[in-house]
């Protein structure tokens, strides 16, 4: 009998006077649960198909000099544009072709100034349209 007396005070206390808790608890865990679930639903990884598309090779490419001796543009600024074509800094140009920053600099204010460039990437967009480069 003092074991049930006993059960039914923690009942009491434990269900009866701290329910709110309980229930707040629950349904933080229930919650909790459902925002892991959808987590990893929406995140799950799908495999990948990889394709490998064959595309006939063009004709090689051939640059167009009448345009390049219109527009004055130099072998060395053509060289320069080929490397900032390629994606390299100044720094790196200059240390491939041996001469200082500033002449990279010099000899890339010239070419955007004969293809109407204000910045790299429009140089390289220009000179591709016109078949300056490939």
């Known amino acids: 009998m003092a074991i049930a007396l006993l059960q039914w005070s923690q009942y009491r206390?434990?269900?009866?006077?701290?329910?709110?808790?309980?229930?707040?608890a629950l349904v933080a865990a229930i919650c909790?649960?459902?925002?892991?679930?959808?987590?990893l639903k929406l995140t799950r990884?799908?495999?990948v198909e990889v394709r490998e598309i064959l595309v006939p090779a063009a004709a090689p490419f051939v640059r167009n000099q009448e345009r390049v001796g219109k527009?004055?543009?130099t072998p060395r600024e053509?060289?320069?544009l080929e490397l900032v074509a390629a994606g390299l800094s100044n720094r790196e140009i200059a240390e491939r072709l041996f001469v200082s920053e500033n002449?990279?600099?010099?000899?890339?204010?010239?070419?955007f100034g004969k293809?109407?460039?204000e910045r790299r990437t429009q140089a390289v967009q220009i000179a591709k349209e016109t078949g300056i480069l490939p």
């Not at 206390?13 to 707040?24: A, K, Q, T």
């Not at 002449?103 to 070419?111: G, I, L, W, Y």
């Open 78 to 80: 053509m060289e320069i």
């Open 13 to 24: 206390f434990l269900v009866i006077d701290h329910s709110v808790e309980i229930y707040g």
């Open 32 to 39: 909790s649960a459902f925002g892991i679930w959808l987590g």
């Open 45 to 47: 990884r799908r495999p």
């Open 103 to 111: 002449t990279v600099k010099t000899h890339c204010s010239r070419v």
């Open 115 to 117: 293809l109407g460039a």
């Open 71 to 73: 527009l004055g543009i």
